[in-house]
């Protein structure tokens, strides 16, 4: 087995070194960026962002590479730790709100939490208060931006959205009941809306494959499929297309369990009125 290379490229910063020894390598082998993609099976488009440092690629295609340039896992650790990097989760999430900005279409899967473009300012205040560890200004100046972000429903030109909620999310209340109940009377509205499809899958639908994967599949102008799959601390900007379509395909079985739109409504409104009868504390 080769032994590990020592990384020399000059930038401190994970992505940047990433993206250094990705050209470094295929320099050091004088392939160009077409054979590249011949030889190990991608679509040579997704090695030049990775090697400008404009996506980091997913798992499989650098484990890929790893095997063909004989770096011993090499690439591996230098991708984890371009991902655990919390200056590049701020640049990832920049990528995604271009994105999110100018898709004609967004479907997403919500396993624990409301939607951003669904959520109101109670919601969205008391979610970035607790578990996002904001406050005082900072936190009214999230809250705003969180609840600006829904005008990119509305209007002539806004996209389509579709969302299925797992039942938890529902069944996660806010501790001011009237605060929850505006956020169900919200989301009831919301899906009144054209463009706005809600789905609720619900707990006796079983495990499925996307039960802890908060992810959204972006369509751009330019046809593709991307995807964005987050967790409470981190986010990545899916592109390479066997990937998108393995998510797209766990998302189609998703959906074929949870309740049709009509019932979706229904379940959340009598959420809303359960929520309404609850004592007050």
């Given amino acids: 087995m080769p032994a590990r290379r020592v990384v020399t490229g000059r930038s401190q910063e994970p992505r940047k070194r990433f993206a250094e020894e990705l050209r470094k390598l295929r320099a050091e082998r004088g392939e160009s960026l077409r054979r590249l993609g011949e030889v190990v099976g991608w679509d040579w488009s997704l090695f030049s962002k990775m090697e400008k440092g404009e996506t980091l690629g997913g798992p499989e295609v650098v484990q890929a590479l790893d095997t063909y340039y004989g770096t011993s896992g090499m690439l591996l650790v230098l991708w984890e730790l371009a991902l655990a990097d919390p200056a590049q989760f701020k640049e990832r999430y920049r990528t995604y709100m271009a994105l999110e900005a100018e898709a004609i279409s967004l479907w997403h899967y919500a396993p624990h939490v409301m939607p951003g473009l669904l959520q109101t300012g109670a919601y969205a205040r008391t979610l970035m208060g607790w578990g996002g560890g904001f406050e005082g200004d900072a936190l009214a100046r999230q809250v705003e931006a969180r609840v600006g972000r829904r005008a990119l429903l509305e209007g002539d030109s806004a996209p389509t959205f579709r969302t299925i909620l797992s039942e938890t999310v529902l069944r996660t209340s806010l501790p001011v009941r009237a605060e929850w ?101």
Wanted: proline share 3%.
């Fill in 181 to 281: 109940q505006e956020q169900l009377e919200h989301l009831l509205a919301m899906s009144d809306r054209r463009n706005v499809t809600v789905q609720v899958v619900l707990h006796s639908a079983g495990l499925y494959g996307l039960a802890n994967t908060d992810v959204t599949f972006l369509k751009p102008t330019d046809g593709r499929t991307v995807a964005w799959v987050e967790t409470s601390y981190s986010g990545e900007v899916v592109e390479e297309t066997g990937a998108v379509d393995r998510l797209q395909h766990r998302y189609d079985l998703v959906r074929d369990l949870a309740l049709s739109p009509a019932d979706s409504r229904k379940f959340i409104t009598r959420t809303l009125e359960e929520a309404s009868c609850e004592p007050s504390i």
